[in-house]
C-alpha cells in the first residue's frame, strides 16, 4: 500500500504554532462528527515528540481544533517536556493526549523510559501532565507498577 503523507491543515487541525504532520497507509474522517481515523503505519510528528501506532484517531472541537489524540495498536512514543526538564521514549497497548491539558495517558502493558537518566516505571496505567509535572501509575491485581531508579550514595 501506498503511504498517504498529510500534513493536517484542510481536515484536523487549522493553524498552529507548530506542524504536525500525520503519516498513514489510510486515512477516513467526518468533519462534522468531529474526527478522523488513520491506520496503517500511522507515525505522528510535532517538532522532536513522535507518536506510532496502528491506529490514530484525532478528535476534534467545532472549530477543528484537536481536543484528544487515541492511538491503539502497538504504540511507541517519544515526547520531550523541555518545562519539566524532561524527555521520556516508550510503548504501550493504548495512548491517549489531551493537548488543552498536556495530559498523556498510556495503558496496556505499558513501559516508560526518562531519557539521559535510569528511571522507569513499568505498570497497566500510566499518566503524565506535562503542565504540573506529575506523574501516576497503576498496576494489575497480580502484577504491580514497577519503578526502577538509582540512589547514590553519599558519605
Known sequence: MNKIFVVISFFVLPLLAEQIKITADSFEGNEKKGFTVFKGHVQI?????ELNA???TVHT??????????AKGKVSFYIDLPDNNAT???DAGKATYYPVKKEYQFQKNVHLYQIGTDRKIFGEEVMLNA???NAKA???KKKPV???FN???TK
Open 54 to 56: 496502528s491506529i490514530v
Open 131 to 133: 503542565n504540573d509535572g
Open 151 to 153: 540512589i547514590e550514595d
Open 61 to 70: 472541537d467545532k472549530d477543528r481544533k484537536p481536543i484528544k489524540y487515541e
Open 45 to 49: 510528528k510535532k517538532g522532536s515528540d
Open 88 to 90: 521520556y521514549k516508550g
Open 138 to 140: 497503576i498496576g494489575k
Open 146 to 148: 514497577i519503578m526502577i
